[in-house]
């Protein structure tokens, strides 16, 4: 059975730079494995790539780069996230759900909650602490989503498939 796939969202180079800088300062530094993110979906099967491809290319195609919110800054109890919202990537995830749905996990069923972990599987009390920090410096308050990004997840880190670009 092949790896399988991870879809997050690419966005631009000030806000992934951002959110890189919070993650590779609170996140356990032997549990850092890849880059800060947004994910879509977590673990489509890997035996789809060509039309997991195919159909984030066409999603894609008719989608133009838009605008994300960082609407806050919340707790994982063991770890921290920073709330990331926006009709259009809501619309967005939609579009790719109805498309998969018969090949979607548990997890990847359930309504997007978009996020990018900053921080996990630490001590409750370390979280609290990073919380209360990330809370003073989120970070910039907005972003822009680019595309998608496709990736194999290869036992813990993640291997760059494709890049999907928004049409705009």
Known sequence: MAEPIVITLAVDERAQAAWNTLRRRW????????????????????????AILADSTEVAGGMT???????GVRSLGRGVALDVGSPALLRLHAALRARWASWLTPQDAQPLKPHV?????????????TLHEVQRD???PTATATGLAV??????????AAAVPFAG
Not at 65 to 71: G, M, S
Not at 117 to 129: I, L, S
Not at 152 to 160: A, C, E, K, L, S
């Open 117 to 129: 972990t900053v921080q996990n599987k630490v001590r409750p009390e370390t979280a609290a602490e």
């Open 27 to 50: 996140f356990p530094p032997e549990r850092l494995k890849v880059d800060a993110h947004l994910t879509l979906f977590h673990a489509l099967p890997g035996e789809h790539l060509p």
């Open 65 to 71: 780069p838009f605008e994300l919110t960082v609407a």
């Open 151 to 160: 990736w194999r997840y290869v036992g813990g880190p993640w291997t760059f």
């Open 138 to 140: 989120p970070g910039p």
